[in-house]
């Protein structure tokens, strides 16, 4: 089995949806920022185009990052990639194209490490595990990827594709129903994805007891950044990667020293 590049000692700065303060999000505008700013990782959601495509976007919808409106499962590869992607953050970024992932592993995967979010909250039972784990396998990018997921029925499904690939469990609330606390059971992830909201040292010392990695998210104050290094965790997913890095390298330098 290939030895992912995830599992590291340093605390990580994973930059979420690129650097989304400077630039568009989840656009290759915000990917390449985030790695000329020194982020490790890369953080990008992926979803299915009604032509079985995997692209780069949050929402559901197109309405709030593009020009376009509606659903971004009922488009299709070439009607996505005729909008503009850019200038709901400004005009700078007119143009800016929705890209696919492939498109992002081919101009960065040699550069940085990437957290592939399968955001098919909406269809569940879709294709985009298949698909996903087909590029990552093409473009040779085992051991830099990393998926995660707030779907467990996602994670299980790429668990089953590759197997070889570290999953992350994404986690909004500290008290989930049963019914996703039974997944989450039953799902073997090696990643443990957090709000800030619900981190703290316990949290932290019990997933690292069970062998996992603390990635939270998300998280832009350098004060927040700190507290969080202070109760170990493995990464902080961040808009500010610059900013980050710089509480990083100081809180490390500090460690050293002493």
């Not at 503009?84 to 101009?107: K, Y």
């Amino acid at each position: 089995m290939q030895r992912s590049a995830w599992n590291i000692n340093a605390p990580l700065v994973i930059a979420h949806r690129g650097a989304s303060f400077f630039a568009p999000e989840n656009t290759l505008s915000a990917f390449r920022l985030a790695a000329e700013l020194g982020a490790d990782a890369i953080e990008l959601d992926a979803k299915l185009t009604a032509d079985g495509h995997v692209v780069i976007h949050h929402d559901r919808t197109l309405d709030r990052t593009t020009n376009g409106s509606g659903p971004l499962s009922a488009r299709t590869l070439e009607e996505l990639q005729r909008l503009d992607a850019g200038s709901h953050l400004d005009r700078e970024f007119a143009g800016e194209c929705i890209p696919t992932l492939g498109q992002v592993f081919q101009e960065l995967g040699d550069r940085l490490l990437m957290n592939v979010e399968l955001t098919n909250y909406a269809r569940p039972f879709d294709a985009l595990p298949e698909v996903v784990s087909r590029l990552i396998f093409e473009f040779g990018l085992i051991g830099k990827i990393l998926i995660s997921s707030f779907n467990p029925i996602a994670l299980m499904k790429m668990r089953r594709l590759a197997p070889e690939i570290p999953l992350g469990l994404l986690v909004m609330n500290s008290e989930p129903t049963w019914l996703i606390s039974f997944f989450r059971f039953i799902t073997p992830y090696q990643a443990y994805h957090p709000s800030l909201s619900i981190v703290d040292e316990q949290v932290v010392q019990r997933e690292h007891h069970l062998g996992r990695q603390v990635n939270v998210w998300t998280v832009n104050e350098g004060d927040q950044i700190r507290e969080l290094l202070s109760m170990g965790v493995d990464g902080v997913i961040t808009d500010v990667p610059d900013a980050a890095r710089e509480v990083v390298e100081k809180y490390m330098s500090g460690r050293v020293a002493s």
